[in-house]
C-alpha cells in the first residue's frame, strides 16, 4: 500500500478535511507547502501538535486562495503540549489565515486569551472593531457559562463589553445569548439600526429591563427567551411612538 502525504501533492486545490495525527499521523507542518489550496479548509485534533513550530510552518497566512477556515481542538484528546492553554494560544496565533478570508470557526478551543479579555484591555480603541465590519449582515455574540477569566464574567465587564460590540447601522439580525449584565446596552433599540430585521435575546438572566424595541422599523422577528429578571414591560419598550413594531410579524416571549 502506496502512503500519500499531503506534503507529495503541491499542487492540490482541494483539502476539505485535514486531521492532525498522534506519533504517527500527519503532523500540521504538512501543510506548508501547499500553496494553491482554495475554497474551504478544516482543521482538526489541534490538540495532537506536539510542537507549536509545526503550527508555524503550516504557514496558512500564505494560503490566499483560502474563504473559509475552520479550526477544531478535540476533548481532552493529543499530548500535554497541544491541550494546555498557553499551548493553545500560540498555536491558534500560528494559524493566523490571510487578510482576505471570509469565515472563520473555532470549537474546542482551550486558551485563556478571548475576546473579553482583549476587549477589557482597550475599550476605546476596541469600540470600532465590530462597528467598522460593514459587510457584516449578521452577528450572534454569546457568553459561555462561567467560563473565561473573571474580568469577563462579572455583570460591569460585560455590559462595557457589549458597549463596544456595537454594529454597523445595516445590520439585519442579532442575537444575544448568555449575557450576564443587568441591562443591555441602549445602542440595541437604537433609531440608528432601521434595517434590523430579526432580534434574539436569550439566557439574560440578570438583564433588567428590555430597551426600546418599538422603534425598531424593520423588525419582523422578535425572540425574547430566559430573561429571568425581568417581571414586567414598561411603556418604555414600546417607545415614543404612536405605532410601535410597524413590521413586526413573530414574536416569541
Excluded at 500553496?35 to 474551504?40: A, D, K, N, P
Excluded at 478535540?74 to 503540549?81: F, I, N, V, W, Y
Excluded at 454594529?167 to 449575557?179: F, Q, T, W
Excluded at 434590523?196 to 428590555?210: D, G, I
Aim: glycine share 12%; hydrophobic share 35%.
Amino acid at each position: 500500500m502506496i502512503e500519500i502525504r499531503p506534503s507529495d501533492l503541491i499542487k492540490l486545490e482541494t483539502l476539505s478535511k485535514f486531521i492532525v495525527g498522534g506519533d504517527s499521523g500527519a503532523r500540521l507542518r504538512e501543510l506548508k507547502d501547499l500553496q494553491f489550496l482554495r475554497e474551504e479548509l478544516t482543521i482538526e485534533g489541534l490538540g495532537n501538535v506536539g510542537e507549536v513550530g509545526d503550527a508555524r510552518e503550516a504557514a496558512l497566512n500564505a494560503k490566499t486562495g483560502l474563504t473559509s477556515l475552520i479550526l477544531g481542538w478535540g476533548q481532552d484528546e493529543g499530548p500535554a503540549s497541544g491541550r494546555d492553554a498557553e499551548s493553545q494560544m500560540q498555536i491558534l496565533d500560528c494559524l493566523q489565515p490571510h487578510a482576505s478570508i471570509k469565515n472563520i470557526e473555532i470549537d474546542g478551543y482551550g486558551g485563556e486569551q478571548s475576546i473579553s479579555t482583549a476587549l477589557q484591555a482597550d475599550a476605546a480603541n476596541n469600540s470600532e472593531v465590530v462597528n467598522a465590519k460593514t459587510g457584516l449582515t449578521s452577528l450572534i455574540l454569546g457568553w459561555g457559562q462561567d467560563e473565561g477569566p473573571a474580568s469577563g464574567r462579572d455583570a460591569e465587564s460585560q455590559m462595557q463589553i457589549l458597549d463596544c460590540l456595537q454594529p454597523h447601522a445595516s445590520i439585519k439580525n442579532i442575537e444575544i445569548d448568555g449575557y450576564g449584565g443587568t441591562k443591555l446596552s441602549s445602542w440595541i433599540g437604537g433609531l440608528s439600526f432601521v434595517h434590523l430585521e430579526r432580534l434574539r435575546l436569550c439566557n439574560c438572566r440578570k438583564t433588567e429591563m428590555l430597551p426600546s424595541l418599538g422603534v425598531l422599523p424593520q423588525l419582523k422577528e422578535l425572540e425574547v427567551e430566559r430573561m429571568d429578571a425581568i417581571c414586567a414591560v414598561g411603556p418604555e419598550f414600546y417607545g415614543n411612538t404612536a405605532k410601535p413594531f410597524p413590521a413586526l410579524e413573530t414574536a416569541f416571549y
